[in-house]
């Protein structure tokens, strides 16, 4: 422990003194704000993997406010866990909603103003696929197929509760990178980006990207990037009970099989049943009036996108059109 030596007056005289030095209160040195379903899954366990970094946990939710996350723990203190963490080491926190978050980026500058931010991007035209299929997985997307799911979700007005959002975002808004992105540029001067196709190229020097940024000794040998299996619901009904546990029949539930341990084990079989270990295929073919909606969408995103990241993302149109 260091210690500070002072000198106070006690009897009009002087008096030395030495009293143990406070250590600065530790705080978030980065963080990776998503996208979802950009490869931040494969991050999280590479960055882990480092003696050095210690991270607050995958999609922790500390952070970001205004997202109305049913299964938030209100009741943790942010700066209670962080100085949990080893005092050397450098914090980090990964989610794949603080990018969508409109108040996450203030959040995080009022913890640190010169924290490091990552932000992980991907062509709305394949990350929407992804994410459909995940919110059906997690009981937040009741409707299986992905045409009529996006045409529900560009007309509803409201959507219904899921298990993990109140209100699910829209698919639309969620690749809305230009104004997401404004948000972290205009308060960090450390902000990197890094885009899936890069990761799937080669992720090995995707990760020494970071690695420098994030200002440690570059590795050479880096496990290759960790992909979430692409399941098929094969049982949308039966997802939606399994995740949503509606009242009525939670309790009965409880009544017939008191045991929780067994209950538990019903719920996986259940589960098993409902999803299939068969990936679905990976490109969907969208319906011609979907596909042109998101096409609009990255289009005119295209100019902001070349300016903050500085990257021509009108390749993810030219990829899509062979």
């Not at 050095?52 to 970001?64: N, P, V």
């Not at 009970?241 to 017939?256: E, Q």
């Not at 979907?290 to 390749?315: A, V």
């Amino acid at each position: 422990m260091e210690y500070i030596t002072c000198y106070t007056t006690q009897n009009k005289a002087w008096r030395k003194c030495v009293h143990p030095m406070k250590s600065p209160r530790k705080t978030l040195d980065f963080v990776v704000v998503g996208a979802p379903k950009c490869g931040t899954t494969s991050l999280f366990h590479t960055l882990n993997e480092r003696a050095e970094i210690s991270l607050l946990g995958k999609d922790s939710h500390l952070l970001g406010k205004d997202l109305e996350l049913p299964l938030r723990d209100h009741t943790i203190n942010l700066n209670e866990v962080i100085d949990r963490h080893p005092e050397n080491s450098i914090v980090g926190d990964v989610s794949v909603w603080y990018l969508y978050s409109e108040t996450a980026a203030q959040e995080i500058h009022e913890l640190n103003p010169s924290a490091k931010i990552i932000i992980c991007l991907r062509n709305p035209l394949e990350l929407i696929p992804s994410l459909h299929n995940q919110h059906v997985k997690g009981g937040d997307e009741s409707e299986p197929d992905l045409n009529i799911a996006l045409t529900n979700d560009f007309k509803l007005e409201s959507i219904a509760a899921g298990v993990h959002f109140k209100q699910r975002p829209r698919y639309a808004d969620v690749v809305n990178f230009g104004q997401q992105i404004a948000r972290y540029t205009e308060r960090f001067d450390n902000v990197l980006f890094v885009f899936h196709e890069d990761l799937k190229l080669n992720y090995a020097k995707s990760i020494q990207r970071i690695e420098d940024f994030l200002g440690l000794e570059i590795r050479k040998d880096i496990t290759e990037m960790e992909r979430n299996k692409r399941q098929q619901v094969v049982n949308p009904a039966l997802v939606n009970v399994i995740k949503k546990k509606p009242a009525f029949i939670k309790s009965v539930f409880r009544i017939v099989v008191p045991s929780k341990k067994i209950r538990h084990n019903i719920m996986e079989s259940a589960m098993k049943r409902a999803i299939s270990d068969d990936e679905s295929p990976s490109h969907v073919e969208f319906t011609m009036e979907n596909r042109n909606f998101i096409c609009r969408l990255i289009e005119k995103q295209l100019p902001l996108l070349r300016e903050l990241t500085g990257r021509d993302c009108s390749i993810w149109l030219k990829d899509n059109d062979e």
